[in-house]
């Protein structure tokens, strides 16, 4: 009876984000005022938010509801709504204005950074991806960088060092987002090399993580995570692999003195304007 019901009504199914048939876009959101989440969708040329979304096939899709985890503690952030925003060009210059406000970079890298921060909303049209780094001893303002750069990111993740692996391919396989990941000296435990793989395999299309989960019933479940996305790291030390320190574009923390009109913990207002 249950199947039958499921054919009359088409198959529900939580999503994220996905690309449509016709060229359309499907994106989840986040609604500050309702604390509900909903789909942005694009088809035509229009921009639309609905609650949910039907398929040509009968499948309908909802959003991930605001009550995960993971939204309802900002450890991911997600848009709240679209907008049109001018030219390209003004928007550069309004990242730049924000990112220059709220933290102290070389003048390099603060455009590096906001080309990047524009990357991320886009990156599934590339191939491969480099990642960004804040290197630099205690104290040197890469936490605070990497709070500010990944504010305006597309579907930022926060993760640390101490966060245990398993919810990093689980958040980056669903979201498809950009990973912000402070504390990566990675000292070589088990654990550790299964985080060093997201970033060895992470920046280019095509190579997933393969793990093996145990099911209810002990049977072993192969199964393949997408890491590939945009990355953005803070860390004291390099990478002993030149390969996977090749992958970076880094700043030189705590170089200089920093500016005196920075202040010296983030307003509220910063976590406004950045949405």
Known sequence: ??????????????????????GGL????????????????????????????????????????????????RALLLPGKPETYGSTSELIEAIQEYLYRYVDLSERFQRIASYYILLTWVYEAFNELPYLRLRGDFGSGKTRALIVIGSLCYKTFFASGASTVSPIFHTLDTFRGTLIFDEADFRFSDEKSELVKIFNNGNAKGFPVLRTAVTVKREFDPRAFNVFGPKIVAMRRSFEDQALE????????GQRSLRDDIPINLPDEQKEEAR
């Open 1 to 22: 009876m249950s199947d039958e019901k499921e054919k009359r009504q088409g198959k529900v199914t939580p999503a994220a984000s996905r690309r449509l048939p016709d």
């Open 26 to 73: 499907l994106e989840l959101i986040y609604q500050p005022d309702t604390r509900r989440t909903a789909f942005a969708v694009f088809r035509g040329g229009e921009v639309s938010v609905e609650s949910f979304f039907e398929t040509d096939a009968g499948e309908r899709l909802v959003p991930i509801p605001a009550t995960n985890n993971l939204i309802k503690h």
């Open 246 to 253: 090749s992958r970076f574009l880094t700043e030189e923390m």
